[in-house]
Structures are given as structure tokens and as C-alpha cells.
């Protein structure tokens, strides 16, 4: 838990203090003094007596007792500051923005373990090392500016790049985004991203919380308590968007250079974030963008009325929002024909709703009406409205915010012209408190991402029963590597997933026999080489026993075959499911169509285990192949239910064998009436 003397300190101690504000313990200090903090301020070095008007002290064993302390001092002094303020001064609040820690070497990471360990001695809590800061309501902590407005119903930001920090609320705030809380947290010694979200998980209070959570971060050290605590603060009401960076191996390279971070696998941050029901971001405009979404009232469904005075913006928006599943539906009948008699010649209504350069204020006003109360087909309002430069647009702006008051369906207010009509969008933003999303575009993609982002999944589904004993009985019973067929057969089965009848034979004579006993067409593998295929080990649709005895003596000379696996050729769509077990973050649990769709379109969907059905299947209708799966050209689609059931049925046996490194089912065969696995392989790594 975040200790209260960081969060609404009584009293706040720059150590480090100065009065050069271009250095960060002169600036903290500045931006310490011109925030609301209402407490005492105390300062220290060595070499002053007073700074900034502030009482000087020269060394932190002179302070009063003192509830929080910002160090800007260097890292070899801080242990020594921490320990006399911790135990003698009565200080749990820390905040060091101090470099020269972890990031640097394995001295600094001694040092800032020593801090840690003082800290949470006394029960503290401290952002940093390595940071720009904290700010909140309260006061500013933070050396960086700008300083955002601040609101109780601001957005609380959570970022592991201080300097990341500046340039997000730098593009916030040019539109009206307004902030509760910003917590750099630095090289997260002692408290993460994650910690603040279960902080703000604990203690968050419907009627004075903030609703919108914004996170930047290049690592994620604990994928569970990130997801345990989003999914939480999402069900209670609140919005989060992120931006998860070092996803490709260069930027990971990158991450690396500047914090440390470890690689992770891109593919899991994706479901971890969607499993949580965080609006994945990629860019800051993006992310600035969809907490600017986040922050009006909620868009109950997909129909949106473009509102314009200007044409080609209008359809740009269209485009963006029909080509990301929503929609702008057609408006016509009475109602429509009576808005349109409000309108001058030439307007149009059928949506989007076009009311020509010359439209008024007044119009707009019949508009926004009409869509909220006459047209039924209409979940929210886009009005894009912006000036040539012949006239102002106080009035118009004037309607849009008593409109915006008043209406039941949200109004997103588009306003491009940040020259022409400067003054007017700054009155609209400052003092009317308003949000603008200059460019039509950009606002049109992050609506769809917010709406197509689904709700957080249950973290503890119902689960399929397993036949645990015979699971923990194989598992026990092998050591760290791949598994046998008859092994990995007794794992399908102990979850009831259906798996071909095949047969290893080490002779020639063997083969025949089991031709001869079970008919044509057959299929012929090597046992023993991982990538059967590529050593030409796999042989369909064998007809006659001529070409079983042929088949056998070349596929058993290929390297490393010690056995050729045999059973009746099956028919249906190749599907895939395979696991792979990520650290941290457990298994993912990854599937699509086989085939090419794996290995080279890379067609395939992944979710944490333990998935349930309805994610499952969700997962399935947004594969790019999923035409094929319903069926094509008199092709006999897959059954989705029982491939999401199969798709569980894994969730459930990685969950029951932790031990599981990997496992392939590619391909199964999936018809109408079943799913069956043709070829599979389990590793285990004890």
C-alpha cells in the first residue's frame, strides 16, 4: 500500500535543494512552492542557509520531523539521507530523482537495494530512484514541466519514462486533457507500475477515484498482478489505455539500453492486455487520444453520426470508423426530412450529416437534437466543425458545450482549425473544460479501439474436469524433455481430446500386417525427428501394400527414425492449437488454421491460460482464415464450438502440468462432427 505521508505529506524536504532551477533539486523546489501543497516546506545543503525563500537547513539530521523527502542528491549520499530520515525524522514518504542506481551498475543496484531495505524497514514508500518525480492534487514533486491541470477527475498516469512522461502530458494537454496524478516511478526499485495500479485498486472509491488510467512502460515485471488489479479497477468502472514499448527486437534492444528491461514476448503483452480489457496504444498521440475518449461519457454501441460542415473530413472519418467495425448508418424518414427542411439548400442528412460551409450554430443545434432524440439508430455524435477563416466560431462552440451538458449520447467535438480559430478552441478547452480531437482520423481509430476492446475475461473460469491423476502420473514419471506418443496419447485423453489410432512399427512385416488389417488410404511417419516434414518423413494417402513396404525401408534409413508411425488417413480443415509457456506471464495458448496460415501468414490468435469458451471463441471469428473455418465453396466448415472447447480442453491440461515448456496439436483435422489430432508434441522442463 502507498504510505499517506507520500501521498498528502503535511510536510515536504528537497534535499539536494538549489537555487539554480535549471538543476533538478533548484526546480523541484520551484515547482514544490508554485503547487497547492499547503504544508511546510524545508530545504537542505550544505552551503546555504535559505533557498527559494525557504529555510535551509545543512544537513538532513537538523530537520524537524519531516513526512516526505524529495533527494536530488548523488547516489553514493542518498543510503545515508534515507536512514536518518526513516528512523530519526520520522520520513515514509521517498521520492529520489537521483540517477546513477541500477541502470547504471551492479554498485548503484547495491546502493539502491540499501535504500529499499531502509525504507521498507519503517513501512515507506518510495518512487524512484532514477525518476522525474510525483505530482498529484496535493503538490508537485516532480523537476519536469509542464505542470498539466489538475483534477480529482483527471487521468492518473502511470510511466516508467520520466522524460516519456513530459512529451505524453505535453500532448495531452495541447487538446484539454487534464490529469490526477502522474507517478514517474523510475527504475521502480520499490514500487511499479503494478504496485500503484493495486494501489489504486485498493483504494479506489466510485464517487472520488478517477475513472482513466494511462500507463507507459518498456517492462513488465509482474504480468499477474498487472492483470489481477486492471481487470479489477476495469469492473469497478475505470478505463485504462497503455503503451507497451520494445515489442519488436530492436526496440526491445533499445528498451534494454535505457532501463534494463527484459524482452517479452510481444504476442504475450497482446493477451495479457486483452484478457485485462486494457485499449492497447502504440503511439503517444494514440494513447493521449483514447484517454481523451475515456474521459466522456460512455459510447453504448457502434452507430456514430458524422456531423459536419466540411466535406472531406467527414468521409476520411467514415472510412476510419466503417473499416474498423463501426458504423455510420444511413438516416432517412420523416424525421430526417423534417431536419432537413431546418437546413439551407444543399445540406444533407443521410449521414454523415453534411450542413455545407454556410452552416450556422443554430443549425448544428437542430442537428445534435435530431440525433438525440429522433433518430434511434445513433449511439453517439462526431461534429466536425472548424473555420475558413471568414468568420469566428464563439457561438458555434458556445452550442456544442451546452449540448455536450445536456445530451444523453456522447458528443465527440472535432475541431481542426487550431490557427484560424485559436482563440476560440483555447475558450473551449481552458475555460469551458473541454477536450478537442483536432484530427479526425486519429480521434476515428481510437473510438474503435476503444469499443472493440473487450471486457476484461474471468481470471478464474469454470474449467473443463481433467483426469488429474493420470496427467501428474505422466508428468512425474518423465524427465525434463519430449514426451512419447503413448505418453503424450495418455495427456489427450486425460482431457478428452480426441487423437488419431496410429501404430509404431520397427519392421517391415509389421507395416503389412497392420495394412493389411485396417484397409486404405494410409498416412506413414518417422518417430524420432522433431520436424518430420523437412526430412521427408511424412507420407499421405499410401493406397496398396507395394508402396507400404517402400515407404517403410526409406523413411526408417532417415536420421534419427527409430520407429515409422502408422494409421488410416483422416480428412477435414487443418486447424492448430499449441502452448508455450512464457516467463511470468504462464502460458499462452495459441491457435488458428494449420498449415501456411502458421508458418508463413502467421494467421493465429493467443490468450493466457486459462481461457474460457467465450474467449475462445471470440479469438476464432478474428482470424484472418476465418472463412474457412465457417466453410467455403462447398468446403465443410469447423466446428467452433468443439475447436473452443478443444482450445480450453489445452487452457486445462497446461494449467494441471505446469511443467508443460511447449506442445503442438498441428495439425487437427476439424470437421462438422469432430476435431481430431493428427500429429502432436508435448516437452516438459522440470
Known amino acids: 500500500m502507498i504510505h499517506q505521508k507520500l501521498l498528502n505529506p503535511q510536510s515536504i524536504v528537497v534535499v539536494g535543494a538549489s537555487n539554480d532551477v535549471q538543476k533538478p533539486g533548484g526546480k523541484v523546489l520551484k515547482n514544490l512552492l508554485e503547487s497547492d501543497f499547503k504544508g511546510k516546506v524545508y530545504a537542505v545543503n550544505p552551503k546555504e542557509n535559505q533557498i527559494q525563500g525557504v529555510q535551509c537547513f545543512q544537513k538532513v539530521e537538523d530537520l524537524p520531523q519531516t513526512d516526505c523527502a524529495i533527494l536530488a542528491i548523488a547516489a553514493k549520499y542518498?543510503?545515508?539521507?534515507?536512514?536518518?530520515?526513516?528512523?530519526?525524522?520520522?520520513?515514509?514518504?521517498?521520492?529520489?530523482?537521483?540517477?546513477?542506481?541500477?541502470?547504471?551498475?551492479e554498485a548503484g543496484a547495491a546502493l539502491e537495494k540499501q535504500i529499499v531495505n531502509t525504507i521498507n524497514s519503517v513501512g515507506g514508500t518510495l518512487i524512484g530512484p532514477n525518476c522525474t518525480g510525483f505530482l498529484n492534487t496535493n503538490y508537485c514533486?516532480?523537476?519536469?514541466?509542464?505542470?498539466?491541470?489538475?483534477?480529482?477527475?483527471?487521468?492518473?498516469?502511470?510511466?516508467?519514462?520520466?522524460?516519456?512522461?513530459?512529451?505524453?502530458?505535453?500532448?495531452?494537454?495541447?487538446?484539454?486533457?487534464?490529469?490526477?496524478?502522474?507517478?514517474?516511478?523510475?527504475?521502480?526499485?520499490?514500487?511499479?507500475?503494478?504496485?500503484?495500479?493495486?494501489?489504486?485498486?485498493?483504494?479506489?472509491?466510485?464517487?472520488?477515484?478517477?475513472?482513466?488510467?494511462?500507463?507507459?512502460?518498456?517492462?513488465?515485471?509482474?504480468?499477474?498482478?498487472?492483470?489481477?488489479?486492471?481487470?479489477?479497477?476495469?469492473?469497478?468502472?475505470?478505463?485504462?489505455?497503455?503503451?507497451?514499448?520494445?515489442?519488436?527486437?530492436?526496440?526491445?534492444?533499445?528498451?534494454?539500453?535505457?532501463?534494463?528491461?527484459?524482452?517479452?514476448?510481444?504476442?504475450?503483452v497482446e493477451a495479457l492486455f486483452r484478457k485485462a480489457g486494457i485499449v492497447r496504444c502504440h503511439n503517444r498521440e494514440e494513447l493521449t487520444t483514447v484517454c481523451a475518449v475515456f474521459m466522456h461519457p460512455e459510447v453504448k454501441g457502434k452507430n456514430i453520426a458524422v456531423i459536419t460542415h466540411a466535406g472531406g473530413p467527414a468521409v476520411m472519418l467514415t472510412d476510419v470508423l466503417s473499416n474498423n467495425g463501426l458504423e455510420v448508418p444511413h438516416i432517412e424518414g420523416k424525421a430526417a426530412d423534417a431536419l432537413l427542411s431546418k437546413l439551407f439548400p444543399g445540406s444533407s442528412v443521410g449521414n454523415p450529416i453534411d450542413f455545407l460551409a454556410t452552416g450556422t450554430a443554430e443549425q448544428l443545434a437542430y442537428i445534435i437534437d435530431a440525433c438525440e432524440n429522433d433518430f434511434d439508430n445513433i449511439d453517439a455524435m462526431a461534429v466536425i466543425f472548424g473555420s475558413?477563416?471568414?468568420?469566428?466560431?464563439?457561438?458555434?462552440?458556445?452550442?456544442?458545450?451546452?449540448?455536450?451538458?445536456?445530451?444523453?449520447?456522447?458528443?465527440?467535438?472535432?475541431?481542426?482549425?487550431?490557427?484560424?480559430?485559436?482563440?476560440?478552441?483555447?475558450?473551449?478547452?481552458?475555460?469551458?473544460?473541454?477536450?478537442?480531437?483536432?484530427?479526425?482520423?486519429?480521434?476515428?481509430?481510437?473510438?474503435?479501439?476503444?469499443?472493440?476492446?473487450?471486457?476484461?475475461?474471468?481470471?478464474?473460469?469454470?474449467?473443463?474436469?481433467?483426469?488429474?491423476?493420470?496427467?501428474?502420473?505422466?508428468?512425474?514419471?518423465?524427465?525434463?524433455?519430449?514426451?512419447?506418443?503413448?505418453?503424450?496419447?495418455?495427456?489427450?485423453?486425460?482431457?478428452?481430446?480426441?487423437?488419431?489410432?496410429?501404430?509404431?512399427?520397427?519392421?517391415?512385416?509389421?507395416?503389412?500386417?497392420?495394412?493389411?488389417?485396417?484397409?486404405?488410404?494410409?498416412?506413414?511417419?518417422?518417430?524420432?525427428?522433431?520436424?518430420?516434414?523437412?526430412?521427408?518423413?511424412?507420407?499421405?494417402n499410401v493406397k496398396d501394400e507395394e508402396t507400404v513396404v517402400r515407404e517403410f525401408n526409406r523413411l526408417i534409413k532417415i536420421k534419427d527414425t527409430y520407429a515409422v508411425e502408422i494409421y488410416p488417413m483422416l480428412f477435414g480443415t487443418e486447424i492448430f492449437i499449441g502452448a508455450s509457456k512464457e516467463e511470468n506471464f504462464g502460458h499462452q495458448i495459441l491457435f488458428g488454421l494449420g498449415g501456411i496460415f502458421v508458418e508463413v501468414l502467421k494467421d493465429v490468435k493467443a490468450a493466457l491460460a486459462p481461457v474460457n469458451f467465450e474467449e475462445a471463441k471470440s479469438l476464432i471469428k478474428q482470424l484472418k482464415g476465418y472463412k474457412i473455418i465457417q466453410g467455403v465453396r462447398g468446403q465443410e466448415g469447423v466446428n467452433e464450438d468443439m475447436f473452443a472447447q478443444t482450445i480450453v480442453k489445452v487452457s486445462a491440461l497446461v494449467t494441471a502440468a505446469p511443467e508443460i515448456a511447449e506442445m503442438d496439436l498441428n495439425p487437427l483435422l476439424g470437421t462438422a462432427k469432430q476435431i481430431i489430432a493428427v500429429d502432436a508434441r508435448i516437452r516438459i522442463e522440470k
Open 388 to 540: 475558413p477563416g471568414l468568420f469566428s466560431n464563439w457561438d458555434v462552440y458556445d452550442v456544442l458545450d451546452k449540448k455536450m451538458k445536456t445530451c444523453r449520447k456522447p458528443i465527440f467535438p472535432i475541431l481542426p482549425s487550431i490557427i484560424n480559430v485559436k482563440e476560440e478552441i483555447a475558450d473551449f478547452i481552458q475555460n469551458k473544460h473541454r477536450i478537442n480531437f483536432p484530427e479526425e482520423c486519429v480521434f476515428g481509430n481510437a473510438l474503435a479501439k476503444v469499443l472493440n476492446t473487450p471486457k476484461p475475461q474471468p481470471l478464474a473460469p469454470d474449467m473443463p474436469k481433467v483426469d488429474m491423476a493420470t496427467i501428474r502420473k505422466v508428468v512425474d514419471n518423465n524427465q525434463s524433455g519430449y514426451l512419447s506418443l503413448k505418453d503424450i496419447r495418455s495427456l489427450l485423453d486425460a482431457v478428452g481430446i480426441d487423437c488419431k489410432k496410429e501404430v509404431e512399427v520397427v519392421n517391415e512385416q509389421a507395416a503389412v500386417d497392420y495394412a493389411r488389417k485396417v484397409g486404405y488410404p494410409l498416412v506413414m511417419k518417422v518417430v524420432g525427428p522433431l520436424h518430420k516434414s523437412d526430412v521427408g518423413g511424412v507420407v499421405l
Open 78 to 105: 542518498c543510503p545515508s539521507s534515507v536512514d536518518v530520515l526513516s528512523h530519526q525524522k520520522g520520513t515514509r514518504g521517498f521520492i529520489i530523482l537521483s540517477a546513477g542506481f541500477s541502470e547504471e551498475n
Open 141 to 268: 514533486g516532480a523537476f519536469d514541466t509542464p505542470i498539466p491541470p489538475l483534477s480529482a477527475k483527471g487521468v492518473d498516469f502511470i510511466t516508467g519514462s520520466g522524460a516519456t512522461a513530459v512529451f505524453i502530458k505535453e500532448q495531452g494537454m495541447t487538446n484539454g486533457l487534464s490529469f490526477n496524478s502522474v507517478w514517474a516511478v523510475g527504475n521502480s526499485a520499490q514500487t511499479g507500475i503494478e504496485d500503484v495500479l493495486a494501489h489504486l485498486d485498493a483504494t479506489f472509491n466510485p464517487q472520488t477515484s478517477s475513472r482513466v488510467i494511462m500507463l507507459y512502460m518498456e517492462k513488465i515485471n509482474q504480468p499477474h498482478k498487472l492483470l489481477q488489479h486492471a481487470s479489477s479497477l476495469i469492473n469497478k468502472g475505470c478505463k485504462i489505455a497503455a503503451i507497451k514499448s520494445g515489442g519488436s527486437d530492436a526496440g526491445s534492444r533499445a528498451a534494454s539500453s535505457h532501463t534494463g528491461a527484459l524482452a517479452t514476448s510481444d504476442v504475450a
